[in-house]
């Protein structure tokens, strides 16, 4: 390895989505840039692991200039197959992305983009995960590279907190600037779509609405909504540490 740093990139829309390929253009000349990324989409996959089936990691040749690979399993499996195997050492920077579609609010959770951010914390790297707030495949992600480029670069230059990474998500058009917030609440009004197969065997397709209930002015959402890049410090720690004193007092 060289005396740049290294910079690992990873996403969940797979190695050939238009996002990891805009990512990578937008920080390769920051660092030393290894690939690893699924081989087919895993969008919604969270910080799911495989451990029921062998893992397979073959060298890609998408990216010409760098050395990348394709992993057939989550994100967080190209992560942990990236540090222990591919690198074989903790790399200066994780960044994910750029996924289509956002990231912002408790999205968060059901992130396979962010939970390979949220796999790069845990290990104690410093990781960001990028977001459009655009699902088109062919969506345009030109607009989004200098601003890409330059919280990297500040990352780079500033480092960050032990055990913490950033959820970024980008609008899809005429940017305003860059806002630091918090994660707003929201929740998925879940309903699904019942069908019959030719069989006569019911199956389900997951749908939904997307409700805020949240209306602060210091949101990502908000931010997003006013044309704000929104960008979140996020941790793995989930603990209620404002119930800890409420629970200390029940009788066990």
């Known amino acids: 390895m060289s005396d740049k740093p290294l910079i690992l990139v990873t996403n969940d829309d797979s ?7 805009a990512l990578v253009s937008a920080v390769e000349d920051l660092g030393e840039i290894v690939i ?19 893992l397979r990691l073959k060298k890609s040749d998408l990216f010409s200039n760098h ?13 942990k197959l990236a540090i222990y195997e591919v690198l074989k050492q903790r790399p200066t920077l994780l960044v994910s992305g750029i996924n289509h579609g956002s990231n912002a609010a408790t999205n968060v959770l059901y992130s396979g983009t962010m939970s390979a951010a949220v796999e790069g914390a845990i290990e104690d790297i410093p990781s960001i995960g990028f977001s459009l707030l655009n699902h ?6 030109s607009h989004t590279i200098d601003y890409v480029r330059n919280i990297t670069q500040q990352a780079l230059e500033n480092g960050m907190a032990n055990h913490t990474c950033l959820n970024v998500n980008i609008p899809a058009e005429n940017i305003q600037g860059v806002k630091v917030c918090r994660q707003g609440v929201a929740f998925w009004a879940d309903s699904f779509d019942k069908r019959e197969d030719p069989f006569g065997r019911n199956y389900f397709w997951l749908t939904g609405n997307f409700r805020e209930s949240d209306n602060a002015h210091d949101t990502d959402l908000h931010a997003l909504s006013e044309g704000y890049i929104s960008i979140v410090p996020t941790q793995f720690d989930m603990t209620a540490h404002s119930s800890l004193g409420d629970i200390n007092k029940w009788k066990f």
Do not use: L, R
């Open 15 to 21: 190695i050939s989505a238009n996002g990891i390929a």
């Open 136 to 141: 088109a495949p062919d969506a345009d992600f």
């Open 36 to 54: 690893v990324a699924p081989d087919k989409p895993q969008s919604g996959m969270g910080h799911a692991i495989t451990i029921n089936h062998p």
């Open 67 to 79: 050395e990348a690979y394709t992993c057939s399993g989550t994100p967080v499996d190209c992560v």
